[in-house]
Nanobody, 113 residues
Framework: QVQLVESGGGLVQPGGSLRLSCAASRSIFSASNMGWYRQTPGKQRELVAAITTGGTTNYADSVKGRFSISRDNAQNTVNLQMNSLKPEDTAVYYC???????WGQGTQVTVSS
């Protein structure tokens, strides 16, 4: 049973923007802190941004000022707005329900000219 479904990845030029979305079941979303992580080949998965049920956010230093995480409680989604993208942002991005340690399937983001 798929409980987290990501969407919005793709290919974008440096300096461009993408918006990732993660849809969760209501029972999970309403009770869980949520996060976006990313992973590149040969490296550990790293936290990009997280948001609590109360809306408190935190970001990796590498994305501060460029990425913004938000949650839509009516739609049971958590979104990641990514601006001023750089080639080093290229990775598979994963949504996670942190409170339950549930992961989505991942979505590829490629930043390249």
């Amino acid at each position: 049973q798929v409980q987290l479904v990501e969407s919005g990845g793709g290919l974008v030029q440096p300096g461009g923007s993408l918006r990732l979305s993660c849809a969760a079941s209501r029972s999970i979303f309403s009770a869980s802190n949520m996060g976006w992580y990313r992973q590149t080949p040969g490296k550990q998965r790293e936290l990009v941004a997280a948001i609590t049920t109360g809306g408190t956010t935190n970001y990796a230093d590498s994305v501060k000022g460029r990425f913004s995480i938000s949650r839509d409680n009516a739609q049971n989604t958590v979104n990641l707005q990514m601006n001023s993208l750089k080639p080093e942002d290229t990775a598979v991005y994963y949504c996670r329900a942190n409170t339950y340690n549930l992961w989505g399937q991942g979505t590829q983001v490629t930043v390249s000219s």
